[in-house]
């Protein structure tokens, strides 16, 4: 097939399926054609084009790249997590034949108590460490970009304590909560204050906040740091117009910092999103789910029925814990989704 272009006085194209001609008559210009091979489309008689074989086998070295990371990828997270599903439907202790058993793990979890209590206090430690863990630090880098005197000496110990693993933490801070030798209730007698001075982890109603403050003291200067580091990017004229406008440093943190900083803070509460609804160094270290289940995780709880503990007595109950690992996940999902959707409207808006 010829195809006949206007390309200026008496110069003509030609287009054919064997090669491209160069233009006629045009001086520096051969008439040599150009090889098929080196061209990425061919067109075909009724004008559709196709891509040549090095373009079939450019593409496919994509694949080749990805398939590696695909594999691992199947292999290490969507196998278990569809084994998991299918395990959480089973009546099984680990070894031997499993039972299926439907959606009975998922409808026994409603006449659970300590799975109740687990429940709550996950969703309990989760907002509380998602409001003190985002809040606390986002302060602490205003205070600190403000360039305060000393400021490199607060930053590292800000940020120490995150450079424990939340093991180490946690036994640290089950010495500091000893009620005869720790640090807390000996200051409190010191001060006179003796009738705050009792057993922090060992009473009910106190060992979950005290579990919340050892989580803001290992996490505040990892986040700190990230928005330390944000805030690096914030122009400061805006700080420099809001103080000629009369705004307090009050006024200029609510009215400039939050707002140039509220991607990195809808990072920051998706990350404490997702390790508050995890938690599990922390209370089994300090507490292991105890007194009588009081600061009980559903980590916790998992771990305990899955490994034979004081829940699941001798024999293992791995059907039901990976029923609750699975409410974990399916909970965790929900509650990133809906704050990622929340923070994109803020953003729009």
């Known amino acids: 097939m010829s195809v006949q272009l206007p390309t200026g006085a008496g110069v003509t194209r030609q287009m054919a399926t064997g090669g491209l001609s160069q233009p006629a008559g045009v001086p520096g210009h051969s008439a040599a054609p150009v090889k098929e091979s080196r061209r990425r489309f061919r067109v075909t008689g009724n004008g559709a084009a196709y891509a040549s074989s090095a ?29 998991s599903v299918m395990i959480s439907l089973t009546q099984w202790p680990g ?32 907002v509380a460490t998602t409001i003190l863990q985002t809040a606390v630090p986002l302060v602490l880098a205003a205070l600190l970009n403000a360039r305060v005197r000393f400021g490199a000496v607060y930053r590292v110990a800000i940020f120490l304590p995150a450079l424990m693993s939340l093991v180490v933490s946690g036994a640290l801070w089950a010495l500091i909560y000893e009620p005869k030798f720790g640090i807390v209730d000996s200051f409190l007698d010191s001060i006179g204050l003796h009738a705050l001075a009792f057993a922090w982890i060992s009473n009910s109603a106190t060992v979950v906040p005290a579990l919340i403050v050892v989580s803001l003291w290992q996490s505040a200067g990892f986040f700190t740091l990230i928005f330390y580091a944000a805030l690096q990017d914030v122009d400061q004229s805006l700080y420099e117009a809001a103080s000629i406008d009369g705004a307090s440093a009050v006024g200029q943190f609510f009215h400039v910092t939050v707002p140039m900083v509220r991607t990195v803070t809808s990072v920051v509460v998706t990350l404490n ?17 105890g007194p009588d289940h009081a600061s009980e995780s559903l980590s916790t709880y998992l771990y305990s029925l899955a490994f034979g503990g004081q829940v699941a007595g001798a ?26 959707f929340l923070a994109s409207r803020r953003r729009v808006l």
């Open 55 to 83: 373009d079939i086998r450019a593409r496919a070295m994509g694949y080749y790249f990805v398939f590696p990371a695909l594999a691992l990828f199947g292999l290490f997270i969507a196998y278990p997590l569809v084994r």
């Open 95 to 126: 070894f031997g034949p499993s039972k299926f058993v439907g959606f009975a793990n998922f409808s026994a979890m409603f006449s659970d108590p300590v799975f109740s209590t687990a429940f709550f206090n996950t969703i309990y430690f989760t």
């Open 273 to 289: 999103l997702i390790n508050g609804l995890k938690i599990f160094d922390i209370i089994y270290v300090m507490t292991g789910g």
């Open 315 to 340: 024999v293992p109950a791995v059907g039901y814990a990976t029923a609750i690992g699975v409410v974990i996940l399916a909970f965790a999902v929900l509650v990133v989704i809906v704050q990622q």
